[in-house]
């Protein structure tokens, strides 16, 4: 039983200990900071006790968007495993396809991936993940093939960013670059990742599908929809209004979360936006009343929407499904507050993984750390970067925050080769995701799913062995061509 609780909570201590390391670490490494291509080394700021327990309350008040939108994601999930149509649904899907599981998993992990590469938020993108998880695990496939899938598939895009402002927005700015910059590079690096990791993906995929001890995985979903095994009796809930719901959803979170204008030049929907706040009956702005003031900052042009815009529409959405399908009152904010439950403990772990980086926000240890890997040579040093690179990206768990600290510096010290020094950094980003304790979307996926962190990375080395491989390759290239 003992066993069985470690496995369970495995995660927590795991991050409980990268928090302790952290915190050590500033009893021994001074702070220090960039200005330009200078490095100033101040006195050593240690983080006691009562200010661990800070970090905490810290992080939390940083995290509020995510926060709420694990417990609404949790909510609308609740609500939607206990409507029958969202179950005739599922099994209509998983009938139709039986016998077509491999190409299904990599069709899957490519829009995932690909959205993910070009969207100005991956978080959106799990609205979406514990519906393809339920099916997944209905396919008899375990449930490393349901990680790889959906939230190891996201953390390929983000490794094989292109126009995603999520990944370029502050390194866009630090290093000069455009969207354009190094495309070719760019596009690249995302085969890579994502050739590499469904190779791994589908190898393992081919061998649970073999295996007849995997009957019962579907029972293991967080909001578990399991599809019988025997034909016959269907139900006569009508499906297509769920479809249609969910479609409506999948739309506004496409056009919501790419950005139009700043990605690729498109100011349709700026424009749109304008346009339609600006209607006025009198001297009424009539939308600008009912959709909400845009000075407040969550009423945005779609593809410059907040984690916050989403929440909206599942909450809206809820509410629709609650009336298409005649779930009383009750029943909703019953079914949506036990939804919002099962997601409180990777709050909790979401929230303890940012405590590493307030820990290294409010003692700066990390420039130190990559001034003094950096300064090893005299001259710029790609694989001394993508090492600093790997570091800083483990301590703070933020892209935007290791571009802010480290922008500058990398900018004067790279000279002229800032361009490969901007893809070391989001790319050697990208990759400690893959098993760094720091790494929100890939802890949010373990703790989702009840993968203890071990088997993942019995699971993952191979394919971290061949993409450092194939990065650093890429680097070299892009330095020396």
Known sequence: MKKGMFKKYDLFKIVGITILLAAILTWIIPIGQYTGSEMYIGEINRIGIANLFFTGIYSL???????????????????????????????????????????FILITSFVFAGLASISSDIYPLLVFTPLFITIILNLKMDKITALCTTFGSILVGKLGATYSNYVFGYINSYFSMGFNTEIITKVAIFVLAFVLFNFFNLLHSKETLKKKNNK?????????????????????????????????????????????????????????????????????AIFSYILGTEEMGVVQAFGMWSLFNIQIIMIIASIVLAIAYKVNFDKLIGTFIEGAKKMCRIVLLLVLIYVVFVITNLSPIVPTIVDWIIGLTKHFNIYLASLASMI???????????????????????????????????????????????????????????????????????????????????FTIVRFL
């Open 216 to 284: 019962d995985v579907a029972n293991e979903d967080k909001f578990a929809v399991v599809v019988e095994e025997k034909k016959g009796k269907k139900g006569n809930t009508k499906v297509w209004p769920l479809v249609v719901i969910l479609a409506f959803v999948l739309v506004i979170q496409l056009l919501g979360y790419i950005n139009w204008k700043t990605s690729f030049g498109i100011d349709i929907f700026d424009k749109f936006h304008k346009w339609l706040l600006g209607i006025k009956i009198g001297d009424h």
């Open 392 to 474: 800083a990206s483990i301590f703070n768990v933020d892209l935007d925050f290791v571009a802010y600290s480290l922008g500058q510096f990398y900018v004067a010290s790279a000279g002229s080769y800032s361009n490969v020094a901007a893809l070391i950094m989001s790319s050697m980003h990208g990759f400690v995701g893959f098993f760094a304790p720091t790494s929100a979307m890939l802890m949010i996926g373990l703790a989702y799913l009840n993968i203890p962190y071990k088997e993942w990375m019995k699971y993952i080395w191979r394919f971290l062995v061949g993409m450092l491989a194939g990065l650093l390759i890429i």
């Open 61 to 103: 008040s940083t995290l509020l968007y995510q926060v709420t939108f694990l417990l609404v994601l949790g909510g609308f999930y609740g609500l939607l495993s206990s409507i029958d149509a969202y179950k005739g649904f599922i099994e209509k899907v998983v009938n139709k396809l039986k016998g077509k599981e491999l190409p």
